[in-house]
């Protein structure tokens, strides 16, 4: 007779005799029949159940440590968690079996029956799961820290935030797996099978995954720095945002693989396949990209400093606005390719193969790319943060920061210099207008409101904090801050109103019936208020309110229009794309007259008055002496971009803003 004891648990249990949960006419539980038994917490330390009948058998927080359970039937047994460590499971069946939260660690559970059993939550770290049949297992959050899983079948399985660092998992059959923000960090994967497998934002730096199969993947947001994927097949994968800095994909199949926005600085493409991939805005610095081939494939603007393309196939390739500074070209196939908008050197151009239908920049130069001809210097930088369209950028007095928000909401605070991120603050729905007062990194920025016409939120960008909000109920268009950052001026579709921002109340106000504006501007000094509607130019005493001038513009409508940062000059554009600069005080003349190329989308003029820019239709950014009306530069850009365009406050680069969610910075030096 053998008699299966309860564990002593907890203080409550010292002084008692441990439970009999059941009683065996056997000498041995080998083979022994225990379906349905009810042996929760039961003592099985080490007990001998070979080829026994647990089927549907209740082990909750049974002790089982180091049991021998080989060709044992769990089926349907629940073992939540049992410790099962060290445990011998070889053959064992334990489909359907509820194994959450169990100890597994180190068992041995080669050959075993796990096909729709849950184990979530529990540790297998080090458990040997060869060839273990794991179909459509739950996995969700388990430690699998070392587990040896070769070939074992997974198909349909999910282990969302599963540890399975260092795992190894050779030869293993994934597919359809979810294993998203699973960490895999280090792992074994060489030819493992994860077609239409989900991996987002997991872990995969510095895995081992040679020949893997990760075809239809979805790898959105992965970390996969320093892993080794050559020969992976990545056909048709998703790999949008996807870092994988200094990562082995010689030889990989990323035939269709969407990669938008990935980072790739130091990788190995060496002859990887990336026909008809979409990769733009993709970071490719220092890439080792010999013998790659990238027809007809999607890299509009993404950046390639210095990477290795000799011998690439980029036939019909889409460069637009790429930067393939210092890239090296030989032999590289850039037949059919558009290339409009792209930075690189004339000695570049002369080292690639090219056709009649390769689209180069409007111009080339020895001393550098882009057009006209730059130094590396004045190269366009690039900000990539945002996700959405960009509606208005603010920059700090002196140039140290800057203030981006876009339609959904975001508003990211940055370095301009650096172009990094330093803060992201979120405001209710899309972004109206920024503005970053003189005083104590005060910024103020206006948004539609959800349950209001509109909101304004006021940030110290210095302590990245939030001061005050207020709800508006107007929508608003514009906003000014006032150098103090005690009040602002919002515009919205009938009125000017000023708002007290310390008491949180409105101000004065000013009708303009049926008038959107093109600009609002503060003076430096904070004194006077500069409104440009399309019929008139009109200037406010800031404190009360009140009129100063209005003057009618004699000319027709103005269809765009720009201040300088000290208020002293206006341009304005009418319907023929003829700029006109006026000075203020009005004169009643213009100081010059110029003749637009393209109808503006966006117009700016430099702080002192003295260079005009404006971004057109045709993805070209212009910028004019407005002395002269002579050319002073011209960017091709990306489509899509030059929603917002102002120059920075030492009128030395231009910032580009727009649909393609990137802000550039031009130099406006020659």
């Not at 510095?206 to 979805?218: K, M, Q, R, Y």
């Not at 800057?402 to 172009?419: C, F």
């Not at 150098?483 to 921002?501: K, Y």
Request: aromatic content about 4%.
């Amino acid at each position: 007779m053998i008699e299966i004891l309860s564990k002593r648990r907890g203080p409550w249990y010292r002084l008692r005799r441990p439970v009999v949960l059941a009683r065996v006419d056997a000498e041995t539980l080998e083979g022994a029949n225990l379906a349905g038994a009810r042996l929760s917490g039961a003592l099985l330390r080490g007990a001998v159940l070979n080829r026994a009948k647990l089927t549907d058998a209740s082990l909750e927080e049974a002790d089982l440590w180091g049991a021998k359970l080989t060709s044992v039937s769990l089926q349907g047994a629940q073992l939540r968690g049992a410790d099962l460590s060290g445990a011998i499971l070889v053959t064992a069946n334990l489909n359907d079996a509820r194994l959450d939260e169990c100890n597994l660690w180190g068992a041995n559970l080669a050959g075993a029956r796990l096909q729709n059993a849950s184990l979530a939550g529990a540790d297998l770290s080090g458990a040997r799961l060869a060839p273990a049949n794991l179909t459509r297992a739950n996995l969700n959050g388990a430690r699998l820290t070392n587990a040896y899983l070769v070939g074992t079948r997974l198909e349909g399985a999910t282990l969302r935030g599963a540890i399975l660092a260092h795992a190894d998992l050779s030869g293993a059959s994934l597919s359809g797996v979810n294993l998203d923000y699973a960490n895999l960090h280090e792992a074994r994967l060489a030819e493992a099978d994860l077609l239409g497998a989900s991996l987002r934002n997991a872990l995969l730096a510095g895995a081992v995954a040679p020949d893997a199969n990760l075809e239809e993947a979805n790898l959105l947001g992965v970390v996969a720095r320093q892993a080794n994927l050559s020969r992976a097949n990545l056909r048709g994968a998703t790999l949008v945002n996807a870092d994988l800095t200094a990562a082995v994909l010689t030889g990989a199949d990323l035939r269709a693989a969407d990669l938008h926005e990935a980072r790739l600085q130091k990788a190995d493409l060496r002859e990887a396949d990336l026909t008809g991939a979409q990769v733009p805005d993709a970071k490719l610095d220092d890439v080792d990209a010999r013998g790659m081939r990238a027809a007809k494939g999607v890299l509009t603007g993404a950046s390639l400093c210095r990477a290795d393309l000799a011998g690439a196939d980029l036939r019909g390739a889409d460069l637009r606005g790429a930067n393939l500074w210092g890239a090296q070209l030989r032999r590289a196939d850039l037949r059919g390719a558009n290339l409009l908008g792209a930075i690189l050197a004339e000695h570049q151009r002369a080292e690639a193969i090219t056709d009649e239908n390769t689209q180069w920049p409007l111009a080339v130069g020895a001393n550098g790319g882009g057009s006209p001809a730059q130094s590396e210097k004045s190269a366009p930088k690039v900000f990539r943060e945002h996700k959405a369209t960009i509606v208005d950028v603010a920059v700090s007095p002196d140039g140290s920061l800057a203030l981006s928000g876009d339609v959904s909401g975001e508003v990211i605070l940055w370095d301009p210099r650096q172009l990094r991120p330093i803060h992201h603050f979120v405001v209710p729905s899309e972004v109206r207008g920024i503005s970053m007062a003189q005083r104590d990194g005060l910024a103020v920025v206006v948004a539609t409101g959800r349950t209001t016409a509109g909101d304004l939120r006021i940030w110290n960008v210095q302590t990245l904090s939030e001061v005050s909000r207020l709800s508006l109920d107007q929508s608003p268009q514009h906003v000014v801050l006032s150098p103090s950052g005690d009040w602002a001026v919002i515009s919205g579709p009938n009125e000017l109103r000023a708002w007290q921002l310390i008491e949180q109340k409105s101000g004065w106000r000013f009708p303009l019936p049926g008038e959107r504006l093109h600009q609002l501007k503060l003076t430096d000094d904070g004194r006077t208020i500069t409104c440009i509607s399309p019929s008139r130019l009109l200037t406010l005493d800031s404190e009360s309110g009140t009129e100063r001038t209005s003057v009618v513009f004699s000319n027709g409508p103005v269809i765009a229009a720009a201040l300088s940062a000290d208020g002293r000059w206006v341009a304005t554009v009418g319907e023929d794309s003829t700029a006109r600069l006026w000075s203020i005080p009005w004169q009643g003349e213009p100081k010059s007259t110029l003749t637009l190329k393209q109808p503006p989308r966006s117009l700016t003029l430099s702080p002192d008055g003295n260079l005009l820019a404006y971004a057109a239709a045709d993805h070209r950014v212009r910028i004019l002496h407005t002395s002269n009306g002579e050319d002073a530069g011209v960017y091709e850009l990306p489509s899509l971009s030059g929603r917002h365009i102002e120059f920075m406050p030492d009128g030395r680069s231009l910032l580009v803003a727009g649909e393609d969610r990137c802000v550039r910075l031009l130099s406006t030096e020659y």
